[in-house]
Antibody, heavy 122, light 108 residues
Framework: QVQLVESGGGVVQPGRSLRLSCAAS????????MHWVRQAPGKGLEWVAV????????YYADSVKGRFTISRDNSKNTLYLQMNSLRAEDTAIYYC???????????????WGQGTLVTVSS | SYELTQPPSVSVSPGQTARITCSGD??????AYWYQQKSGQAPVLVIY???KRPSGIPERFSGSSSGTMATLTISGAQVEDEGDYYC???????????FGGGAKLTVL
């Protein structure tokens, strides 16, 4: 079965960096685009970034562009999010999510991890 | 940046029809997707490509889209349908994704 397990969250001071990981299993990782989505406490979902199946293209939300970097290691079935220059407003649960194959469910995010909490505070 | 607009809340009695709207300038050319999120849980896809239902999603969930507005309809809403509902789509480039602000559905 498809599993996505995030790790790397924690408490970090403003201006510092943190790297999140998402370990994927139960499917052929190299065939799928992958996303990061976040949710601030008590707030709605916010799309953060996407990386294509082969890592050839990456796109970011304006709120994180230039500070966050999405990457993947297909040999390790792992997705990453490098977060630099963190701000209080980056405090959120960070979810990794798989993008469906177009012929199955369009470009929906069909599987999600349970999330990892990042708290930016001094 | 591109935005999708949803009403913050929708309230219906059990058995009634709930409709949640989502408006966005790119929706005439881009598909809408809908997610249900219950407290403390990851989101679940309930509608994809405007009006298609994933396996395992009850038939009372349906979707439609016309012009700049997409609509999620829950026919005969049940108490267990309570939660937050988010629309999701892409900007006109098709590269950046966006979620609506979410609508809290109350069934009581």
């Amino acid at each position: 079965q498809v599993q996505l397990v995030e790790s790397g969250g924690g408490v970090v001071q403003p201006g510092r960096s943190l790297r999140l990981s998402c370990a994927a299993s139960g499917f052929t990782f190299t065939n799928y685009g992958m996303h990061w989505v976040r949710q601030a406490p008590g707030k709605g979902l916010e799309w953060v970034a996407v990386i294509w199946h082969d890592g050839s293209n990456k796109y970011y939300a304006d709120s994180v562009k230039g500070r966050f970097t999405i990457s993947r290691d297909n040999s390790k079935n792992t997705l990453y999010l490098q977060m630099n220059s963190l701000r209080a407003e980056d405090t959120a649960i960070y979810y990794c999510a798989r993008e469906s194959l177009v012929e199955v469910a369009g470009t929906s995010l069909d599987y999600w991890g349970q999330g990892t909490l990042v708290t930016v505070s001094s | 940046s591109y935005e999708l607009t949803q009403p913050p809340s929708v309230s219906v009695s059990p058995g009634q029809t709930a409709r949640i709207t989502c408006s966005g300038d790119a929706l005439p050319k881009k598909y809408a997707y809908w997610y249900q999120q219950k407290s403390g849980q990851a989101p679940v896809l309930v509608i994809y490509e405007d009006n298609k239902r994933p396996s395992g999603i009850p038939e009372r969930f349906s979707g439609s889209s016309s012009g700049t507005m997409a609509t999620l309809t829950i026919s005969g809403a049940q108490v267990e349908d309570e939660g937050d509902y988010y629309c999701y789509s892409t900007d006109s480039s098709g590269n950046r994704r966006v979620f609506g602000g979410g609508a809290k559905l109350t069934v009581l």
